[in-house]
């Protein structure tokens, strides 16, 4: 059985350890465990004694089954394989042994200088929201849209003009969200990962030849840790998994000081975010009051993108947004419609600018949405609910044509359009990344989602009529970035190209015409461009995200290479 805490974290029922992380840890640390579960450990400190293996966003954390203490296993900044071994324990017996899941985590030893005898928080104030801007006169189109600052909300979260003061205890105080939207640069691909903050040891404004002696230092050596789940129902080795993923890629987007500015956080002092802390209550009632009127009839187009960019910011900045939108019963189906209907209108190219613009801003909230939630209860029962019909309807509008048809327009028209486009496809691909991440974790929940497999994402996808070529546009950026130049790639377009492959792995692995159809197309591709010892120049070493896409390239290559 599992229960929700106060912050919707899925955890096993353990009272007595709950209590005690509660008890011996920081508010900030707590509130970024993600799950914990029992298992047999062996370490080079720890012999084959059941503990509680905590996790959290950074970190692995180790306690006795009745908990007395709490010792920092591993940080996932040092990790660099996480796998399943497939072999039988001598020291368990019976059905233990027989049902047995053994995980071996390879890390590197911490920095001699980072002990600890506890944990202290690492986690950054919540920001508040940030401010949507007036525009007083209509506009023709959504580019160049651009919240601006004000001070005042507005008296009701329908009205239209800017809101007095209210009275609060009989004082006259009035309701503001910070003013910090930032210029809607937002189309560019930006959202992967949300977690605005970092400990000292993830910093990224440590140098580059830091970071690189650190790796190379004489004294780093490897360890493992061996985790042994004994639970049939065990889902601790996904939840490494997931959490090793998402460390890395939010550890490589905060050295793109566009990403840390889009999350608040100080070029100076990059473990420090630029916003005062907000209560749970008053998040709570911000976010009423946005989703209020994203909800209302007869929004204008323009108000419903300037309202859809504070989500964006707001959330960048505030994790805790997330768990109440997927606690909202109305939200995630109003961006799911939002996006069908995007999807469907401007085909004569009328509003295709406007259309893709705001496409492109509703896909990038659902993927920032679903990074980091996978242990929000809510969020599985929605993505579940009528067997994932608002799952499928996102996935058959977000599947489009990567080719512009239109025999009209200027040049530099056609131009600006197809960059909206090519924006549109980073975007897409990315959330599709999101939902193949999804998918893994839900097919192992039992009872509910079990029916939701990446193998259902892509029967589901077979029949649509631009499948081939929208997966065909998503194979040839990864050939084209890799074929180029052998220029650094940035920390976002390294992520991208990370999830990209991962997207291209499941349908090589998951869809029997995609596969067919990749390895038809692109094999000469693949064969003659795509060469993974040109790697290492256009994947830094020091981007944590930098090994494990090279590992992924090199399944890609295989598969797409093999013989029939």
Same mark, same amino acid.
Not at 68 to 94: C, M, Q, T, W, Y
């Given at each position: ?66 908990? &007395? ?6 940080? *996932? $900044? @040092?990790?660099?394989?996480? /796998? ?6 001598? *020291? ?5 042994? /027989? %049902? ?33 801007? &007036?525009?007083?006169? +209509?506009? @023709? ?12 909300? %507005? ?23 910070? +003013? ?7 189309? #560019?691909?930006?959202? *992967? ?12 404004? #440590? ?6 002696? $650190?790796?190379?230092? #004489? ?15 065990? $889902? ?13 890629? %939010? ?10 500015? =889009? ?18 209550? =008053? ?30 910011? +707001? ?21 799911? !419609? ?35 939630? /996978? ?40 131009? !600006?359009?197809?960059?909206? !486009? ?10 599709? *990344? ?7 974790? #839900? ?31 998503? +194979? ?11 220029? &650094? ?12 492959? &991962? ?62």
């Amino acid at each position: 059985m599992a229960r929700t805490g106060a912050r919707g974290l899925l955890r096993h029922s353990n009272s007595k350890l709950d209590s005690f992380l509660k008890r011996n840890t920081s508010r900030d640390v707590y509130e970024r465990i993600r799950v914990y579960e029992p298992c047999v450990v062996v370490s080079g400190s720890v012999k084959k004694v059941f503990m509680h293996v905590i996790l959290s966003d950074e970190r692995v954390y180790l306690s006795e089954y009745q908990p &007395r203490a709490l010792r920092e296993a591993l940080s *996932f $900044r @040092h990790v660099k394989s996480i /796998e399943l071994i497939n072999d039988l324990p001598d *020291f368990l017996s019976g059905q233990d042994r /027989e %049902r047995s899941m053994h995980i071996r985590v390879v890390h590197t030893t911490k920095d001699p200088g980072k002990k600890s005898s506890r944990p202290k928080g690492s986690l950054q104030n919540e920001p508040s929201f940030p401010l949507r801007g &007036r525009n007083s006169s +209509a506009r @023709h189109s959504l580019e160049g849209v651009s919240p601006r600052e004000s001070s005042s909300w %507005r008296s009701s979260p329908t009205s239209m003009s800017d809101g007095g003061p209210e009275e609060e205890g009989g004082s006259v105080v009035p309701k503001r969200r910070s +003013a910090s939207c930032p210029n809607p640069d937002v189309l #560019a691909l930006s959202v *992967f990962d949300t977690s605005p903050a970092h400990s000292s040891s993830s910093s990224p404004s #440590a140098s580059v030849s830091t970071a690189l002696t $650190r790796r190379t230092t #004489a004294e780093e050596k490897e360890e493992e840790l061996h985790l042994y789940s004994v639970s049939p129902m065990s $889902r601790i080795y996904l939840h490494l998994q997931s959490s090793w993923s998402s460390y890395i890629i %939010r550890s490589t987007l905060l050295l793109d000081p566009a990403y840390r500015k =889009r999350c608040g956080i100080s070029s100076s002092s990059p473990q420090k975010q630029q916003y005062q802390k907000t209560s749970w209550e =008053r998040t709570c009632e911000l976010f009423s009051q946005l989703s209020g009127e994203l909800l209302q009839d007869n929004i204008s187009l323009e108000s419903l993108y300037l309202l859809l960019q504070e989500l964006h910011t +707001a959330t960048n900045r505030n994790p805790a947004i997330k768990k109440l939108f997927w606690r909202s019963p109305d939200l995630y189906p109003f961006l799911v !419609k939002t996006l069908s209907e995007s999807s469907q209108d401007g085909q004569e190219g009328v509003h295709t600018a406007d259309r893709l613009l705001l496409s492109t801003l509703v896909v990038q909230i659902l993927s920032l949405m679903f990074r980091e939630t /996978e242990v929000e209860v809510a969020r599985l029962s929605m993505l579940t609910a009528k067997q994932g019909a608002l799952t499928e309807n996102m996935l058959l509008a977000l599947v489009c044509d990567p080719d512009l048809h239109h025999s009209n327009g200027s040049k530099s028209s056609l131009n !600006k359009l197809q960059r909206l !486009k090519a924006d549109y496809l980073d975007a897409a691909s990315v959330l599709l *990344f999101e939902v193949v991440v999804f998918c893994q974790e #839900a097919s192992s929940t039992p009872a509910l989602g079990r029916f939701l497999t990446i193998g259902w994402v892509f029967r589901l996808l077979k029949p649509h009529p631009f499948l081939f070529p929208f997966v065909g546009y998503q +194979a040839q950026q990864l050939v084209l970035v890799l074929s180029g130049p052998r220029d &650094r790639l940035g920390p976002s377009q390294a992520v991208l190209l990370f999830q990209r492959c &991962r997207v291209l792995l499941a349908c090589l692995q998951h869809s029997t015409c995609l596969s067919k159809y990749i390895r038809t197309a692109f094999k000469e591709e693949f064969r003659y461009y795509v060469k993974t010892s040109g790697l290492e120049d256009k994947l830094p070493h020091h981007y944590p995200i930098s090994q494990p896409a090279q590992h992924l390239l090199s399944q890609l290559l295989s598969l797409v290479l093999q013989k029939p």
